[in-house]
């Protein structure tokens, strides 16, 4: 089995990739996980600081 790496990918990307990249990752729906960022953030959690790391470590996948 292949190693997982944690990527932005372009084909599911609404802002930047990470949601979508972050789904593909744990192999569930981008949906759930950008309603998870969008509570974190509306609660005034570290949601947005974990997205803008991801953002900013995370490459893009270039085999899309």
Do not use: E
């Amino acid at each position: 089995m292949a190693a997982r790496k944690l990527v932005r990918t372009r084909n599911d990307a609404k802002i930047a990739g990470v949601c979508g990249g972050l789904a593909q990752y744990l192999d569930i729906d981008s949906t759930i996980v950008r309603i998870i960022f969008l509570v974190l953030l509306l609660t005034g959690s570290v949601g947005f600081w974990i997205y803008l790391i991801i953002w900013i470590v995370a490459p893009w996948d270039y085999q899309a």
